[in-house]
């Protein structure tokens, strides 16, 4: 808890009665009363305290140098296998008595920047930094912000946050009115619950998912422009597939990993989207024994997954495959090439191992399983659109 040089550094267990200077010794936290109780604030000075004392926070440390600049370290949670999917999600709260312009530097060690950072005054409402507020060290290890603080507290985060409840409360407002069932279909490995919807026609199904890897909010804004859609189109065709066909929804399959600010992992450490075979943990064990009984031996036409990553891309079965109806696929493809302005990218492929939903939903159901990947960096208006151009393809090629 002692550091030379001026620096105060607070970590989660700190007794720290005292702190170093380069000349003194002063008491820590007579000298910090804006510290206050918070348990899980990481360090403090110059009139800063940094916390992560918020539901998806990173996993971060923190110095204040002498000059009051910040540098933040930027870690991923323990990993069951060696290697780990390089999403180094940031997430910390800086509280400043006054407002000024602060220079905080991430450190991510051994992995580069990905997450273009955005900042908010109440962890709502989110502007992303402009370019010339980020700069790079030459092995974009390092990323140094110009940002300016207004007095109070100040969120900086890869995306604009939104913490396992943000999703459910979303899904739940959309999906108000229209006749659906929540429900909890089990319990995360940390005991939260875990909570799907069911609702629509009794004949066939769909299945949609989003957020088993926890920073993929582009992801999440698709999922929510493929539901609003699917909700709300209100034709005749949109008509006859929500008379027909059951709709299973599941907003939130990982809400450990979301909260604890992950990269990539549930609070075992896993992968969830490569546990769809030996289903070793509570989280997927519990999501395909749902999806089956939801379904309730009905025919399932598609079972969609949105994710993030670098490029908006589809991943797809091959068009041979066993599914009764994978011509949804070319149907898929034209919708988004004629509709979209940079329509996905294509690849075709079926591993019955890889432990993807998308493998599962073909081998276990038959469906078409399709993950739906969004560039990291999508406006937000463009990945709904991509939503609803998906859930205006299904409405068309499906409804009878
Ligand atoms: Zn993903």
Request: net charge negative; aromatic share 8%.
């Amino acid at each position: 808890m002692i550091n030379a040089g001026g620096l105060v550094r607070l970590g989660a267990l700190a007794t720290l009665p005292i702190v170093a200077s380069a000349c003194q010794y002063i008491p820590a936290l007579p000298s910090l009363p804006s510290f206050g109780p918070a348990p899980r604030a990481i360090c403090s000075g110059s009139g800063l305290t940094v916390d992560i004392d918020f539901a998806e926070a990173g996993r971060h440390d923190c110095i204040i140098g002498p000059d009051g600049s910040v540098v933040v370290s930027v870690d991923h949670e323990p990993a069951y296998v060696e290697s780990i999917n390089p999403s180094p999600w940031f997430a910390f709260r800086i509280t400043t008595e006054d407002a000024r312009e602060a220079t905080v530097t991430l450190d991510y060690t051994d992995y580069n920047h990905r997450y273009a950072p955005y900042v908010s005054a109440d962890g709502h409402s989110w502007r992303k930094l402009a370019d010339s507020q980020v700069t790079l060290n030459e092995k974009k290890s390092r990323a140094t912000l110009k940002v300016d603080l207004t007095a109070g507290a100040n969120w900086i985060a890869g995306q604009p946050m939104s913490p396992s409840s943000d999703n459910l409360d979303w899904t739940r407002a959309v999906l108000g009115g229209f006749g659906f069932t929540e429900m909890k279909y089990g319990e995360s490995l940390e005991g939260r619950p875990l909570v799907g919807f069911v609702g629509g026609g009794s004949l066939e199904a769909i299945v949609v998912l989003t957020r088993q890897h926890p920073p993929e909010t582009s992801g999440q804004d698709a999922y929510r422009g493929f539901l609003e859609r699917l909700l709300k189109r209100g034709d005749d065709k949109a008509l006859a597939f929500r008379n027909r066909y059951r709709i299973v929804i599941a907003p939130m399959p990982n809400p450990d990993g979301v909260d604890a600010g992950n990269w990539r992992l549930n609070a075992g450490g896993i992968d969830l989207n490569r546990d769809w075979g030996t289903f070793s943990q509570p989280e997927t064990t519990a999501l395909s024994q749902w999806i089956v009984a939801a379904a309730g031996g009905r025919r399932v036409v598609s079972m969609m997954d949105f994710h993030s990553t670098d490029k908006t891309v589809i991943y797809a079965p091959p068009l041979e495959s066993a599914s009764p109806t994978i011509a949804l696929l070319p149907f898929l493809k034209q919708a988004f090439d004629s509709k979209l302005s940079a329509p996905p990218e294509w690849n075709y492929n079926h591993n019955p191992n890889g432990g993807t939903s998308k493998s599962w939903a073909l081998e276990a159901l038959k469906a078409p399983g399709i993950t739906v990947e969004l560039w990291d960096q999508i406006p937000t208006a463009d990945a709904r659109k991509l939503g609803a151009t998906a859930a205006d393809a299904l409405i068309d090629y499906f409804a009878k």
